[in-house]
């Protein structure tokens, strides 16, 4: 079964700390997702990487296809960055191609 | 662009009753994706769509569901009949091609009482 797996479940973190979140996947992707969701709110595409490393402002994304392995990182958080953060992936084989298979989701709240 | 348009925002209906929700994808978009959250489960492909054909419909739940993409600017996803345990937001997305990024409306919240 095509998996996708973030850590941590919930994180907790004071304004201006840095924030890692990890997501792990189980075969070959042909591209990973990194989507954002405010509470009540619609889903956000922050980033679509298949390698490297891509930088928005404050959010930095990073993959490593052979670990199979990708990190969100938001530095200098603030309270605005409160949100769910869904890793996201869609996969080479195994599975409907194009399709978006999701994490659970980590929830990030960022106290002022 | 006003990016991918889903009505209605909020729909509570009455168990038995059949729903519609309605989804515009961003212009230029071949690809278009229905997708239900809920709490236990996440976020679920229910179908989706390549130039207005189904390519999986895996994900749909029963024969209660159904979904059409009559023209590249237009779809809906219907229940009929409801059930409470069909309860969630739904999601329609689009795409440009397998390895674009996609864009998600805004959703459509349904309450099955």
């Known amino acids: 079964k095509n998996e996708v797996e973030q850590s941590p479940q919930n994180l907790t973190a004071q304004e201006g700390e840095f924030i890692t979140i990890n997501c792990s996947y189980s075969?070959?992707?042909?591209?990973l997702h990194w989507l954002q969701q405010h509470p009540g709110g619609g889903i956000v595409s922050l980033f679509m990487?298949?390698?490297g490393k891509k930088k928005h402002g404050r959010l930095i994304a990073t993959i490593n296809i052979q670990e199979k392995h990708s990190s969100l990182h938001i530095t200098a958080s603030h309270p605005r960055d409160s949100a769910v953060y869904i890793c996201a992936v869609t996969f080479n084989y195994g599975g409907s191609q194009g399709n978006l298979i999701f994490g659970k989701g980590t929830k990030l709240s960022v106290k002022p | 662009d006003a990016g991918v348009i889903q009505s209605p925002r909020h729909e509570v209906t009455e168990m038995g009753q059949e729903v519609t929700l309605r989804c515009k994808p961003i212009?230029?978009?071949?690809?278009l994706f229905w997708y239900r959250q809920t709490m236990m489960r996440g976020l679920e492909l229910l179908i989706y769509?390549?130039?207005?054909?189904?390519?999986?419909d895996s994900g749909m739940p029963e024969d209660r569901f159904s979904a059409k993409m009559p023209n590249a600017s237009f779809s809906t996803l219907k229940i009929q009949p409801s059930e409470p345990r069909d309860s969630a937001v739904y999601f329609c997305?689009?795409?440009?091609?397998?390895?674009?990024?996609?864009?998600f409306g805004s959703g459509t919240r349904l309450t099955v009482v």
């Open positions: 769509f390549n130039n207005n054909v189904p390519i999986d």
């Open positions: 990487l298949s390698s």
């Open positions: 212009s230029g978009h071949d690809y």
């Open positions: 997305a689009s795409s440009s091609a397998f390895r674009g990024r996609y864009t």
């Open positions: 075969v070959g992707i042909s591209a």
